[in-house]
């Protein structure tokens, strides 16, 4: 993954810059990265800006199915009639810093209302001057001109999750790269990406062009640079067996992680299970 040093206004660690520019760029979001278990024996980190800090959410108290196998959680995110629990985002909205209720406007925190919201961008304008229209919640260009940027935005995320290279817990760039380097895939050159998903990445960022998609995957403002901000930021940092299947602790740094209980870190109810 291109490296570089954190700043304080990204879409994801070492490759994210919303300000849009490619190759290797410095990261607004300031990275360590840990794995899901150092995220939960952490304590909450506080050096985020006052006006960053996520809003608390309160998760519904667990229900109990009785009669027909009725009941669960009033929930944000557990679900009701024992609907099975999305491991993934019950570990994102109760330990990721980023999916917590917000006002901020740093593009690491508007990642997910592009991703799950109809809303359109809600960052920095700045963020978006590599040709994304920040006012539309469709993509106006590209091959998947047309398509809401939450659907394209989580058409990465499950690409990226489920594939073979386990390119999300290993390096985001080679999930569009594959197994050319990352200073080539970006240049334009005879190598061409044969990343696991090139077509959901192109989709997302409105572009099959690698030079311009240097300029927009790392900006949060693009569907396809939230997804990477998700999974960067999010997943790999605090909920890698969750959300990418993985068994190792992953990079140490839980900067953007919650820790178990504290503040904004409600995970809704526990859903109930079927009986009789």
């Avoid at 810093?97 to 799950?116: E, R, V």
């Avoid at 602790?249 to 503040?263: D, K, N, Q």
Wanted: hydrophobic share 35%.
């Amino acid at each position: 993954m291109r490296k570089a040093s954190p700043k304080d206004d990204t879409g994801a660690p070492g490759t994210l810059l919303d300000g849009g520019a490619g190759g290797a760029k410095a990261s607004d979001g300031g990275a360590g990265v840990g794995g899901a278990d150092a995220a939960r024996d952490s304590a909450t980190l506080t050096d985020a800006p006052a006006s960053d800090t996520p809003v608390s959410s309160t998760g519904g108290a667990s229900g109990s199915n009785v009669a027909g196998g009725s009941g669960g959680g009033a929930a944000g995110v557990g679900g009701a009639g024992g609907a099975p629990v999305d491991a993934c985002k019950a570990c994102e909205r109760s330990f990721c810093k980023i999916a917590q209720p917000t006002a901020s406007k740093l593009g690491a925190y508007q990642a997910f209302a592009m991703c799950f919201s109809s809303q359109p961008w809600g960052g920095s304008a700045a963020a978006c001057e590599n040709g994304i229209d920040a006012t539309s919640i469709s993509a106006t260009g590209g091959p998947a001109k047309g398509t809401p940027k939450a659907d394209l935005c989580q058409a990465v995320l499950k690409c990226a999750r489920a594939a073979p290279s386990k390119c999300a817990a290993n390096d985001f760039d080679s999930c569009y790269c594959g197994t050319v380097d990352t200073l080539n895939c970006f240049s334009g050159g005879q190598d061409k990406p044969n990343g696991d998903c090139v077509t959901a990445i192109e989709d997302a960022a409105e572009t099959d062009d690698p030079v311009t998609m240097g300029d927009r995957l790392p900006s949060a403002c693009t569907a396809a640079g939230s997804a990477a901000t998700i999974i960067q930021l999010c997943d790999n940092f605090c909920c890698r067996k969750e959300c990418l299947g993985a068994t190792d602790a992953g990079p140490g740094s839980t900067e953007w992680c919650l820790a178990p209980g504290s503040a904004g870190g409600g995970g809704g109810g526990a859903v109930g299970s079927s009986a009789g």
